[in-house]
C-alpha cells in the first residue's frame, strides 16, 4: 500500500447526509460457536472482520456508539470487501475472542480496555490474526497487537517541544496518583530531555482539593519554572490553575494532555487563558458527530472515531489482501501511513499509532489552534 488511507477528498468520510431512521446494525455474531467447518459462516466475496466491543455491561454505551459508528463507515463507502461482526466483550473478552476467531475472522478490531487487549492476545496470536486495540496503552502493544488509542506520550511530546520551541527551558509536572499519572510522568522526562530542556520538580497527588493545592505548594518550594504539565482531565487542570497563578507559577506556561480534548470548560477559570495542550483535529469528528445525531438522535462520545477509522482501515487494506489468505500485517507499518476522521496516522514497529496532532490554546471564547496538525507524518 502506498500514500495515505483515500477518503474521497475528505467529503465522504462521514455520512453524505441524514437518514429518516437508523441505518441496518452492522452484522451481530451467532451466539453459539460453531463447532465444524460446516457451520463457519459462508462469505467467500468478503473478508471477515470482527469488531469486539462491548455492548452490555458499565462500557455499553460507548461500546455501541464505536459499533454505529463502525456501521456508518461501512454505509458510506459500500463495504463490498469486509464483513464486519460485532462481539459484545461485557461478559468477557476472550470468550469473544474465540467466537470471532471459530467463526472465521482474520482481523479483530478491538477490544476496547488494555486488560480485554491483554486477556485475548495469546489466542489472536496463535491463530495469526492481528488485534487492532482502541486501548491508549502502549505497553500492549507488540507481538500481534496494535494500539489505536491516543496515548498520552506522544500528547505531551507534541506539547512541550512546542513550549521549548516558545522558551520554555524548565518544565514542572502535577499528576495524579495511578498509571496514567505515573505514565504521563514518565512521558514527560522523556520529551523535556528529548529537547534539550530540564524537569525541575515533579509532585503527584490524591484528587483532594486540599492534596492538590499542596502538591502546587511543594513545586514552588522545590524550583521556579517555564512551564508547568498538569497531566490530568480538564475540570481538575481549571481547578489547579489559580492555585498555580497565586503559588509560585504566575508566569508559567500551562500545559495539558490529550485528556483535555473532550473538556468543555477549560476557560472557565480566567488563569487558564493561554494555556496548550495537544490533541487530533476535532474538524472532521465534528462533521461525523453531526451525521452521527441525525441518524441516532444522540450525539456520540469522542471514541466513536475509533469505529470509524479502524473500518476505513479495514477496507483500505482489503484491497491488498487475498480473499482466503491472512490478514496482510505488513501493510499496518506502511510508511505513507493512513489518515480518517482523526486526521494522519501510521503504526510504528513497536505497535503503537502515531499520529499527527494539533497544538492548541485556551482562550477566553475558547480553544484556538496555533500549531495545525502535519498532514502527512514525515520518514
Same mark, same amino acid.
Request: charge should be positive.
Given at each position: 500500500?502506498?500514500?495515505?488511507? @483515500? ?56 461500546g455501541q456508539a464505536i459499533a454505529n459508528a463502525a456501521n456508518m463507515a461501512v454505509l458510506d463507502t459500500g463495504g463490498q470487501n469486509i464483513r464486519v461482526t460485532i462481539y459484545d466483550t461485557g461478559p468477557g473478552a476472550v470468550s469473544a475472542a474465540q467466537k470471532a476467531l471459530a467463526e472465521g475472522n482474520q482481523l479483530i478490531l478491538g477490544p476496547l480496555l488494555s486488560e480485554d487487549a491483554r486477556a485475548i492476545a495469546s489466542e489472536a496470536r496463535a491463530a495469526h490474526v492481528p488485534v487492532v486495540s482502541f486501548s491508549n496503552d502502549r505497553s500492549v502493544g507488540g507481538d ?10 506522544? @500528547? ?17 509536572? $502535577? ?25 525541575? @520538580? ?129 501493510? $499496518? ?43 502527512? $507524518?514525515?520518514?
Open positions: 500500500m502506498s500514500g495515505a488511507l @483515500a477518503l474521497a477528498g475528505c467529503s465522504s468520510v462521514v455520512p453524505k447526509g441524514p437518514a429518516t431512521s437508523a441505518p441496518p446494525p452492522v452484522t451481530q455474531p451467532t451466539q453459539q460457536v460453531p463447532t465444524g467447518p460446516s457451520q463457519l459462516p459462508q462469505d467467500v466475496g468478503r473478508h471477515r472482520v470482527a469488531l469486539l466491543i462491548p455492548t452490555t455491561g458499565r462500557n455499553a454505551a460507548v500481534g497487537v496494535w494500539v489505536m488509542g491516543f496515548t498520552p506520550s506522544q @500528547a505531551i511530546s507534541r506539547v512541550v517541544g512546542y513550549a521549548h520551541d516558545q522558551g520554555a527551558n524548565s518544565f514542572a509536572g $502535577l499528576a495524579p496518583v495511578g498509571v496514567y499519572g505515573q505514565r504521563a510522568s514518565t512521558a514527560l522526562l522523556h520529551a523535556v530531555k528529548s529537547v534539550g530542556a530540564q524537569v525541575v @520538580a515533579m509532585e503527584s497527588y490524591d484528587r483532594t482539593k486540599s492534596a492538590m493545592q499542596a502538591a502546587v505548594t511543594k513545586l514552588k518550594l522545590s524550583a521556579s519554572y517555564d512551564a508547568v504539565l498538569i497531566a490530568d482531565q480538564g475540570k481538575d487542570a481549571v481547578m489547579l490553575a489559580p492555585v498555580i497563578r497565586h503559588t509560585g507559577g504566575a508566569h508559567a506556561q500551562i500545559l495539558g494532555t490529550e485528556l483535555w480534548n473532550v473538556a468543555n470548560d477549560l476557560h472557565a477559570a480566567p488563569e487558564m487563558q493561554g494555556a496548550l495542550y495537544a490533541s487530533v483535529s476535532d474538524g472532521l469528528f465534528d462533521q461525523l458527530a453531526a451525521k452521527y445525531h441525525a441518524r441516532f438522535g444522540k450525539s456520540p462520545p469522542r471514541l466513536a472515531s475509533f469505529g470509524y477509522d479502524s473500518v476505513l482501515l479495514a477496507m483500505k487494506i482489503a484491497g491488498d489482501w487475498k480473499n482466503g489468505a491472512p490478514f496482510p500485517v505488513s501493510k $499496518l507499518t506502511d510508511k505513507g501511513g493512513f489518515s480518517g476522521i482523526d486526521g494522519v496516522f501510521r503504526f510504528t514497529k513497536d505497535g503503537v499509532a502515531e499520529r499527527g496532532l494539533q497544538i492548541n490554546q485556551v482562550t477566553a471564547s475558547g480553544i484556538r489552534i496555533v500549531s495545525p496538525a502535519p498532514q502527512t $507524518l514525515g520518514n
